[in-house]
């Protein structure tokens, strides 16, 4: 593990968003979620040498030392779609992750969770339902594509699960990535309600982890 990065946080080009959001709109609901409010998708990626290749069908499970709300339960979500796998500004955003994080892919592939979260005036939306949390790897990063209608969504940055203020808590804006040391760090993102009451509200994120 490349133990010397910390975190680091940066604007990628604004046509990055538009491009890869319609990617969002038939993802699957995320079953392991009684709320329905969370769509989601998930592959893993190895470096074969120019480009980000997808592994077979991957599942996804967490120890419950980090998980305490869906630990040790093998996750099978669908897979990223084939047409995602291979857009430029898709590829790109691995190829950024690599570079902050070098982790050798072909031991620890990166991880790649395609999330939507949507509330109403009456529904919150929970993108972090198990509270402040390690997601049990070397680094994650949050790479946001949309924020439609949201307020709240604050991402957080913890030294400890038990600090009474984050280290860092910031609006993660469309275009914006944060790449962070998960084993120095603790991280939660707050609950989302709609900035206008009257209609529905979204958040929809690319999670990586290695
Ligand atoms: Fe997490």
């Known amino acids: 593990m490349n133990g010397s990065f910390l975190i680091e946080a940066f604007q990628a080009p604004s046509s990055y968003a538009q491009n890869l959001g319609n990617f969002f709109n038939d993802l699957g609901v995320d079953p ?6 969370r769509f989601r998708a998930f592959s893993q990626y190895q470096k074969t040498n120019d480009k980000f290749e997808k592994l077979g069908t991957s599942t996804f499970m967490q120890s419950s030392d980090v998980n305490r709300l869906i630990g040790n339960v093998e ?10 796998d291979q857009h ?8 950024a992750f690599l570079e902050r994080t070098n ?17 109403s005036q009456d529904k919150s939306g929970s993108p972090a339902p198990e509270g402040i949390h390690q997601d049990g790897f070397d680094f ?23 600090d009474q203020h984050p ?9 914006q990535f944060i790449i962070f040391n998960d ?14 009451q009257d209609k529905s509200g979204l958040r929809d994120v690319f999670v990586f982890t290695a």
């Open 140 to 162: 994650v990063g949050i790479f946001c594509v949309k924020r439609d209608n949201i307020a709240g969504a604050f991402t957080q940055i913890f030294s400890s699960p038990v």
């Open 183 to 196: 084993r120095r760090y603790f991280h939660y993102v707050t609950e989302t309600l709609p900035a206008l």
């Open 88 to 95: 430029p500004d898709f590829q790109n955003l691995l190829k």
């Open 75 to 84: 996750r099978k979500f669908e897979d990223i779609s084939p047409l995602l």
């Open 103 to 119: 982790v050798d892919t072909s031991k620890q592939p990166i991880g790649v969770h395609q999330i939507r979260v949507v509330c």
């Open 167 to 175: 280290h860092m808590s910031t609006t993660l804006e469309e275009n």
């Open 32 to 37: 392991y979620l009684e709320s329905n409010c």
